[in-house]
């Protein structure tokens, strides 16, 4: 249902709520709010246009919250109305944080009801709002990183809903295996940093002297957390995105700018707010539980045991290198905020009988139009796996590129969509609605 409407600079927006089971498999008594938004370019609020829903990246991630209509959103909008959806379990739509997670008395307990948040539950939710908002009508879909994963379901269980879909780096494997990603991973993790050396000579003295002070001491974040190595390490994460390095700099380039000689408030801020994940827990806890597949069975820590096979990525290590976008095991005791998932990420990590999130028959007979933009030099999601996925998947158009890292989208303005559009023109447009 439509529970607010109201009009931005530029842009017209409808907020639609609705009432979903926590089980689709088995409807019980516990329900979700689904929450997502409408947005269209205002001078056209009241024109029939075709959909279009937006599933984010994470896992975990909530949809994003438009300033105006500029960007990629604005190239959309264009043509289409554009559904920004909150995932379950974030933003508004019955957000899981460390204080829903407390409630749970076992690890097995909040772990049955972590794996309802996987991509099938959401896509189920995503079915619901579409039969009973729109009317049932087919729409396209956008799909950014997790959002690739997403499309990719969503294309196993439900095809008939979508007339076209576009991806920007997030073509993952359809046999989901952690420890390979990881594999593949570690060796662009370590060349990132080797260009981020390169770049800034100086940050790995600095980087250096942070690591020794904080093995020497005991260094607290603004929440009371321990700053540890790891946890420092963590910073790396944004190594794959279009500023990442800068953004990792500037934030060193203030570490020792304390009058008392320590870090500084400024740079404890910005680290807790980095690798705190108060707007984003479930990125952290869903992770690896992502890649769980009955063919490649428990995926038993992935990062950590990749992590152990790289001495040169050791706390120790000099010059100190950053990890990128791998969860391990220590930020659940480390990280106030994902210390109340710990019980039931261990058993997540555990289980082996996970339920398939992709028909790889029904994919490879998909008619579709599909267009995916493939980051040559993506840290997060491996090309080699993106393209061996788009041979296995029907009416799919890959474009490779190297001008842009995991944002691409939102570093290239418009550039991304309209390219995705063009190739979806190319197919012979989106399918009738």
């Known amino acids: 249902m439509i529970t607010d409407e ?11 709520e609705v009432d979903v089971p926590l089980d689709w498999g088995a409807p019980g008594p516990e329900r979700l709010s689904v929450f997502a938004r409408e947005v269209v370019a205002a001078h056209r609020r009241d024109d029939d246009l075709p959909l279009l829903l937006h599933l984010q990246g994470g896992p975990g991630g909530k949809g ?13 909008l264009e043509r289409y109305r554009v559904v920004l959806l909150d995932q379950r379990g974030t933003g508004r739509s019955s957000r899981v944080d460390a204080a829903r997670m407390r409630a749970f008395t076992t690890g097995e307990e909040g772990a049955r009801f972590l794996e309802r948040f996987r991509a099938d539950s959401i896509v189920r939710d995503a079915e619901h709002l579409r039969a009973t908002d729109f009317g049932g009508r087919r729409w396209a879909t956008i799909g950014q990183s997790y959002g690739g994963w997403l499309t990719l379901t969503y294309l196993s269980m439900a095809p008939e809903a979508l007339t076209a879909c576009l991806v920007m780096g997030g073509l993952g494997s359809l046999v989901p295996d952690a420890a390979e990603v990881y594999r593949r991973t570690y060796p662009r993790m370590l060349a990132k940093n080797r260009v981020y050396e390169q770049r800034f000579p100086h940050d790995a003295a600095v980087l250096g002297r942070i690591a020794d002070l904080l093995a020497a001491e005991e260094v607290r974040l603004p929440d009371g957390d321990r700053l540890t190595v790891p946890r420092l390490q963590f910073l790396g994460s944004s190594f794959g995105m279009q500023h990442g390095f800068e953004e990792v700099h500037w934030l060193v380039d203030e570490a020792f700018t304390g009058s008392d000689g320590g870090l500084s408030d400024t740079f404890l801020e910005q680290v807790q707010v980095a690798t705190g994940f108060a707007d984003g827990p479930l990125w952290a806890a869903l992770q690896e539980p992502l890649y769980g597949d009955p063919a490649t069975g428990a995926t038993g ?36 905020l994902l210390r109340p998932f710990a019980p039931a990420v261990d058993v997540l990590a555990a289980k082996t ?23 040559f030099d993506d840290l997060y999601v491996d090309a080699g796996l993106s393209l061996a996925t788009a041979q296995e998947v029907g009416n ?22 309209r390219h995705l559009l063009r190739l979806i023109g190319e197919q012979g447009g989106p399918l009738p609605e």
């Open 353 to 375: 009988d996970w339920s398939p999130l992709f028909d790889r028959e029904r994919l490879a007979a998909n008619e579709v139009p599909l267009a995916a933009v493939v980051y």
């Open 6 to 16: 109201y009009t931005i600079p530029g842009l017209h927006v409808r907020e639609h």
């Open 396 to 417: 799919v158009r890959t474009w490779v590129t190297d001008e842009w890292q995991h944002d691409g989208v939102r570093a290239s303005g418009d550039g991304v969509v």
């Open 301 to 336: 820590w992935a990062a950590d045991a990749e992590h152990a096979r790289h001495p040169e990525f050791a706390a120790a290590a000099r010059p100190l290198r950053l990890t990128g976008e791998a969860m391990f095991r220590w930020m659940f005791d480390d990280v106030r």
């Open 64 to 76: 994003p919250r438009p300033l105006d209509a500029s960007g990629w959103l604005g190239a959309l």
